[in-house]
């Protein structure tokens, strides 16, 4: 607590504050400025409620200067960029950093930026190609790391992808056959357990690899070729006669190839009906059933036991 002075005292002694421990008409207990009426908490109350209308007509005012000098302050402005790059860089990355935090902002920067770059496209790409062409090394060293990132990433995923997979299969851990067995086996399939390199932990045929990377890519080929399909769908007429003429061209193959699948389609058949009538079991089929159907549903009970009449 300061010494308590009157004004007059303070005055007379030529001090800047005075202390008279009687609270103002705000009710503060402070010091006073001998200078001015109010105590000083009232003058720095006063001065931050009027602060943000002061610095308001302190912007407008520097605006309107800008305005009225604008070429040279542009220039002042380039100087200064062009004289405090690391101000500048430290500058770019506040901005960058605040707008990370508002996600409204960002959305309108980015907006911006791609109209920018819209209208400035053909620009753009130049500039970023003689930029490449100055700097290869750089440019070489980015793709780089980029893909090296890419591909942590990638095994990040296709780790978690599995971590998953075997947290839900238990049970596949006894389904692992290696691809010696498979082949050692004669199945056409083997399963490790291990994902592939897209991440899925899948079945692999034999020589085609991951069957959800076949079946991915078959779904991606169907549709690359969708407008190639829908063009010879136009062209029915065409193809038709391009069948034709490769009938005409391969008719004793083709006749050949038929004669034989007949053959061998009634030969199994035929031994697919025997087998069922030595296994005692009897085709229950409604009269009047042709031979081709008989055959087929001999064929299929028997696939269904688990034996194939492979011919
Ligand atoms: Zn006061
Ligand atoms: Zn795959």
């Known amino acids: ?39 000083i908490k009232c003058i720095s109350e006063d001065t931050a409620r009027r602060a943000p209308a002061y610095r308001e007509r302190q912007l407008m005012l520097a605006r309107n200067r800008r305005a009225k000098n604008w070429e040279s302050h542009r220039k ?11 101000k500048m860089k430290e500058y770019r990355r506040r901005q960058r950093a605040k707008l990370y935090q508002d996600p409204l902002r960002y959305e309108k920067a980015k907006a911006n930026s791609r109209r920018r770059y819209a209208e400035n496209r053909e ?26 990132c890419r591909r942590e990433v990638a095994a990040q995923i296709a780790a978690e992808r599995r971590r998953v997979f075997q947290a839900d299969h238990p049970e596949l851990a006894s ?44 779904r991606l080929g169907y549709y690359r070729n969708l407008g190639k399909n829908k063009l010879r769908g136009s062209n029915y007429a065409g193809r038709k006669e391009c069948a034709r003429r490769y009938f005409e061209r391969n008719r004793e193959k083709i006749m050949r190839h ?18 069922l009538d030595q296994l005692g079991l009897t085709l229950d089929l409604p009269k009047g059933s042709t031979w081709y159907e008989k055959r087929r549903i001999a064929l299929k009970i028997l696939k269904n036991i688990g034996m194939e009449v492979l011919i």
């Not at 002042?76 to 690391?86: I, S």
């Not at 199945?187 to 991915?216: D, Q, S, W």
């Open 258 to 275: 038929d004669r034989e699948s007949h053959r061998r389609g009634a030969y199994a058949g035929k031994v697919a009906l025997k087998l």
């Open 175 to 218: 389904r692992i056959v290696s691809k010696q067995e498979a082949l050692e086996r004669g199945l056409k399939r083997y399963f490790t357990g291990k994902p592939c390199k897209n991440g899925h932990v899948a079945e692999r045929v034999l020589l085609g690899g991951c069957v959800m990377c076949i079946r991915e890519n078959g």
């Open 1 to 39: 607590m300061p010494d308590l002075i009157s004004r007059q005292e303070a005055l007379a002694r030529g001090l800047k504050r005075y202390f008279t421990g009687v609270p103002c008409k705000r009710g503060h207990v402070a010091e006073r400025y001998s200078s001015s009426p109010g105590c």
């Open 76 to 86: 002042y402005e380039r100087d200064w960029v062009a004289k405090n790059p690391e």
């Open 123 to 148: 620009k753009r790409i130049k500039q970023a190609l003689d930029w490449r062409t100055r700097n290869m090394e750089r440019y070489r060293a980015t793709r780089q790391e980029y893909n090296r």
